[in-house]
């Protein structure tokens, strides 16, 4: 069963609209974020209203992404909401132009979990260039635009296969800002990419940080606010620096971390000069590892699947673990394969719809 409802907000000068329809039972990730949406939202503007005449009960099978998405208005944004492991995404059909329907700016505004849609950004699926079937980009909740994202591409692949009516198993090629990535859907409905080659090379991270194992960073000693902790740098296209403690320290406990904390030093050393994000890695077994992680440009999320892979690919470099793990995210597990004959990593995790919805830009 899903859920229709129309929401008003009222703004000076004008008058804002924002629809959803949930394509998932009411216990689900969709109606916590409306519960939630509908208490901040009235708590923090008394001229907001949700009007229960507006209301409607459907099912979800009489939704999809296409017939919903076919729908022109001028000033109206029709967009599906996925998460991959609760990292969600706005998800725009922006297949005609390569000049995406949503500014930074509006990106920000539509990311706002108390005034918005709320999502860690927005993703827009635009026409390939050089041979690829399609172009992904995303702007983040901060209006920035990252290079790429693991569980933004596999809620793209979804989205693709809802818009082009694809089934069963499928594969296609999507251009992004960190080069060729290849999502391939799985007949259980998980998303399989070819993530690429890690990039090592301390410049090429980027890093100021002395490259000190064939022109990578392993290891490598980083003061943060007066402590030293010992990291290893991997690019995924986008930069990452991941840890496992501090100088010294025994296994790293990830949940007893202050995150909101410490991370924002990390994302703003001057050691990035592209800014980084940051994993916080415990170490269970030689094939099982948690992270946590924060995001540059989006800070805390629930998971990150470059992320994920530059864990394992630190980890197998500094020798605490093999080369395909289960990295547990606070929004649930990822496989992560870093294969040693062609030197990609494989990355097989969960995307799912949370709901449909438009909104006046």
């Given at each position: ?55 409607s ?8 992404a296409?017939s ?62 050089n ?26 692949a ?5 818009l ?54 392993v ?22 620096c ?27 050393h001057e ?60 929004g ?10 062609d030197?990609h ?10 709901f ?6």
């Amino acid at each position: 069963m899903a859920i229709a409802a129309a929401i008003s907000l009222s703004l000076p000068l004008q008058t804002r609209r924002f629809s959803v329809a949930s394509a998932a039972p009411l216990r689900s990730t969709s109606s916590l974020h409306f519960d939630s949406l509908r208490s901040n939202l009235s708590l923090k503007n008394p001229n907001f209203r949700v009007s229960a005449s507006s209301m409607s009960i459907g099912t979800a099978d009489k939704i999809s992404a296409a017939s919903f998405l076919d729908r022109r208005e001028s000033g109206i944004l029709h967009f599906v909401k996925y998460h991959g492991l609760g990292n969600d995404f706005i998800l725009v059909d922006n297949r005609d132009s390569m000049e995406p329907r949503v500014t930074p700016e509006q990106a920000v505004k539509l990311c706002d979990r108390n005034f918005g849609i709320g999502a860690d950004g927005v993703i827009f699926a635009m026409p390939g260039i050089n041979g690829t079937d399609y172009t992904m980009r995303i702007f983040n909740s901060d209006g920035s635009e990252p290079e790429m994202c693991g569980n933004g591409v596999r809620c793209f692949a979804r989205f693709i296969a809802e818009l082009e009516n694809l089934h069963g198993k499928q594969s296609f090629t999507v251009h992004t800002g960190a080069g060729l990535i290849v999502p391939e859907i799985q007949d259980d409905g998980k998303v399989k990419v070819d993530m690429g080659e890690p990039i090592l090379k301390a410049s090429d991270v980027p890093t100021k940080l002395p490259a000190n194992k064939d022109q990578a960073v392993v290891k490598s000693d980083l003061e943060v606010d007066g402590v030293t902790w010992s990291v290893t740098c991997v690019s995924m296209g986008n930069p990452h620096c991941v840890t496992f403690g501090t100088k010294g320290s025994q296994n790293l406990t990830v949940d007893e971390l202050n995150l909101a904390a410490i991370g924002p030093k990390f994302e703003h050393h001057e050691m990035f000069p592209a800014r980084t994000n940051t994993e916080f890695v415990e170490v269970f077994s030689r094939s099982h590892l948690k992270m946590r992680v924060w995001e540059r440009g989006a800070g805390a999320t629930l998971a990150c699947g470059t992320g994920a892979c530059a864990v394992v690919v630190a980890a197998v470099l500094e020798g605490r673990a093999a080369r395909s793990c289960t990295v547990d995210l606070p929004g649930g597990p990822l496989e992560i394969e870093w294969r040693e004959d062609d030197n990609h990593i494989y990355m097989t995790g969960p995307a799912e719809v949370v709901f449909y919805g438009s909104v006046p830009l």
